[in-house]
């Protein structure tokens, strides 16, 4: 069946009517709720490109030089600033008992003097609270307002243990807050309110969250969260709906003081998120990207999977990516900087898709300013770029697939490895292959949200509800192609296994068995004789390394080639021992069909997981052929050349863009960059849509006309170097 966007939302266990509510389980009520209904957005909120943040601390008031600060936003040419207001710590004077004011505070009013003069700039302005901690005067007058841990103990602060973890959702956040933020926007009627730490730190056990739990879904409160089981199930959609409840509250009231405003909660993400990205993307007039930069393993791209996470289901509604200065490894070294071509990189490649900048800076008073000159740099960049960075419409055709419900009731603690460690594998994979892609959630398959798409990705989403595999068939049916790998339509919704594939048809096998992992020793033949068009690349490979886990399927169906087939672990020790055991088998690892319209690709292993893991080139080279193959279409755009790079390509009202995003340097896979590394020329080839403009074809970066032959409706491009990053912008 088809089914419309709102339609398929409807069908699917996270929205319902009252009458369905009544007919649910406890699980399905808790989430399911009071319907949410989006108010308008402010008229300012797709007007800021290049936003600021300044995070006061307390003794900042009385000590840093505002002056400083209202010239260096228009240094910055910055259009927006977010400036501390309250929650922990008020830096203005607030009139609530209990709103702790900074110790210098005095009779100033820092806040206020910033918001005039960020006013008379023109800038927009967004006050930011922090409601996670508080104080002792707090707790002995309202203990109730305190956390409490699974032993029944209050929560100390863990990083500053004089101070107390309050409770998110209870009455601390419910009144004390809801009193500060109406304060706030009727004293100095600013744009909007930002609130950080506003979700709750962990699990809270204090009396109101006990009765509400019970009230909501007649469970007790779960000790440990089991997604297997009714209680632990019931808690991750009652915790979200009260959240999602909390916001409606506090947008609600500031709107009432000023109805051009609203509140703008730090929130969001990809598959491991807490909270329901598609419900927020109907809630947000706007969302901020608060991952602020690489740590540990991260690649310079997740900035870039920031943007595309988040536009998935904001979709035209502006999305900002909140970078920091400095340092965001785990030992939180809040006053440091980081290198100038770190900053640079994670920053441009969250505007490569999409992605409007936000500095922050934690303390007005400076104690390193190295960082100071290379913001305002790319912040002048930036601005003089603003009319080819107002984006319209995403021009890339293949989808990656991600899927929260699989997180939360699939993968639970090991979501990470399980779920996220898929997608990491296929994204890095599709930057080495230059793919333009997009992300797409797995609540918005209806046919219009995928009308941009000829293939989606499904890394592994093992959890997929009846009506969203129906929409996947649509999908190929109407000429869509799917790649899918490992356990994807395993499980249904609610993380609970099938006896077969919810995708079966599609996939033309069954399941029948899971051995277990991890395979040592195992590999992949590759039979060349087929000439199939996956095996690019590869002819020197008889062949290649398997990965770590696999399932035993049938077919149901014939194939028509069977390119590659399983070679069964055998013995890595002792080494004299190291032989196969098996000869060939003819259990295919690759299941490729032609279906109604479109192709469908089944990958029976964690082949895009362990390409994370290690990274192996056969494995990148086999995962961008088939996309390729299961695309089946002359791309937009192509690039040739040295190097790594990411490439988006999205058209403008009047204008169409390639952005172009230098990764090339050792540094790429374990930060931060020491420098960025040139690398060229370029090779581009855009096959021109209707309607492009091709007469005026300039390189943004370089402040140049490239050369350019064109050919028919193609044009050949060549962009001489690219040290950061380069747009070609037509139009």
């Not at 192709?599 to 088939?626: G, Q």
Request: charged share 25%; with cysteine; net charge neutral.
């Amino acid at each position: 069946m088809n089914l419309s966007r709102r339609e398929f939302i409807g069908s699917t266990l996270f929205l319902g009517t009252v009458g369905q509510m009544l007919a649910a389980s406890p699980a399905e009520r808790a989430l399911q709720g009071q319907n949410s209904f989006a108010a308008p957005s402010p008229s300012w909120v797709d007007k800021p490109m290049r936003w600021a943040q300044l995070t006061l601390v307390e003794d900042d008031p009385g000590k840093f030089d505002l002056q400083f600060w209202l010239d260096y936003f228009k240094r910055t040419r910055s259009d927006a600033v977010c400036l501390s207001g309250g929650g922990c710590v008020a830096f203005y004077p607030t009139k609530i008992p209990f709103h702790h004011r900074s110790q210098w505070l005095g009779d100033s009013d820092p806040f206020g003097q910033l918001v005039e003069g960020c006013r008379k700039l023109g800038i927009v302005v967004i006050a930011r609270t922090d409601p996670h901690a508080t104080y002792d005067d707090v707790a002995a007058a309202h203990p109730d307002w305190i956390a409490v841990d699974a032993q029944g103990n209050r929560r100390r602060h863990w990083a500053s243990p004089e101070m107390w973890v309050t409770c998110a959702l209870g009455p601390y956040n419910f009144d004390f807050m809801t009193e500060v933020k109406k304060e706030i926007m009727s004293r100095y009627h600013i744009d909007g309110i930002f609130i950080n730490r506003w979700d709750g730190s962990g699990m809270c056990f204090c009396e109101h969250c006990q009765k509400n739990f019970r009230d909501a879904t007649g469970h007790e409160l779960p000790k440990k969260i089991n997604p297997r089981d009714e209680a632990g199930r019931s808690y991750i959609l009652w915790h979200q709906q009260r959240l999602f409840d909390l916001w409606q509250l506090w947008d609600g009231e500031v709107r009432k003081i000023n109805p051009d405003s609203c509140v703008i909660p730090n929130t969001g993400g990809g598959a491991t998120s807490a909270l329901d990205m598609q419900r927020i993307g109907e809630l947000a007039p706007i969302l901020m990207a608060d991952r602020q930069a690489r740590r540990g393993l991260a690649a310079p791209w997740a900035n870039g999977k920031n943007g595309k996470e988040f536009r998935a289901v904001m979709r035209r509604k502006p999305i900002v990516g909140i970078f920091s200065v400095g340092l965001e490894e785990p030992y939180r070294w809040k006053d440091s900087v980081q290198s100038e071509a770190e900053i640079r990189i994670w920053a441009a490649d969250g505007v490569a898709n999409g992605l409007r900048p936000w500095f922050t800076k934690f303390g007005a008073v400076l104690r390193d300013d190295r960082w100071l000159p290379v913001v305002e740099k790319m912040y002048q960049r930036y601005a003089r770029w603003e009319p080819y960075l107002r984006n319209e419409e995403s021009l890339a055709r293949v989808g990656l697939l991600y899927s929260q419900q699989t997180a939360w009731f699939y993968g639970a603690e090991s979501s990470r490895q399980k779920i996220e460690d898929p997608a990491l594998g296929w994204y890095q994979a599709l930057i080495e292959a230059r793919i333009p892609f997009d992300m797409v959630h797995d609540r918005l398959l209806a046919p219009e949200d995928l009308r941009q798409f000829k293939t989606l990705i499904l890394p592994n989403i093992a959890a997929l509800s009846k009506n969203q595999c129906e929409a996947l068939a649509n999908f190929v049916h109407s000429g869509g192609s799917l790649v899918a790998t490992y356990e994807t339509s395993l499980y249904d919704e609610w993380g609970q296994k099938r006896s077969d594939f919810g995708l079966s048809d599609l996939f033309g096998v069954s399941f029948v068995t899971q051995p277990k992992s991890p395979m040592q020793n195992s590999y992949l033949r590759l039979h060349h004789e087929t000439k199939h068009p996956v095996l690019r690349g590869l002819n020197d490979a008889p062949r290649i390394v398997n990965g770590a886990a696999h399932l035993e399927v049938k077919p149901t169906t014939s194939f028509d080639s069977t390119p590659i087939t399983l070679i069964p672990s055998y013995p890595d020790l002792p080494m004299e021992k190291v032989f196969p055991r098996a000869g060939e088998t003819n259990d295919s690892q690759l299941y490729l069909r032609e279906f109604g319209k479109g192709r469908v690709a089944y990958i029976p292993f964690d082949l895009d997981r362990t390409f994370w893991e290690v990274l192996a080139i056969d494995h990148s080279k086999l995962l961008r052929n088939i996309v390729q193959w299961a695309t089946n279409e002359t791309p937009v755009v192509t690039v040739e050349g040295p190097g790594v790079l990411d490439v988006t390509v999205w058209r403008q009202k009047d204008s169409l863009t390639i952005h172009l995003v230098n990764l090339t340097n050792p540094m790429m896979m374990k930060g931060p960059f020491r420098e960025l590394i040139p690398i060229g020329p370029q090779k581009v080839t855009l096959n021109l849509l209707p309607g492009t403009r091709s007469k005026n074809v300039k390189l943004l970066a370089l402040d140049k006309k490239p050369s350019v032959h064109k050919s028919g409706n193609t044009l050949h491009i060549i962009v001489p170097e690219i040290l950061d990053h380069e747009v070609i912008a037509l139009g």
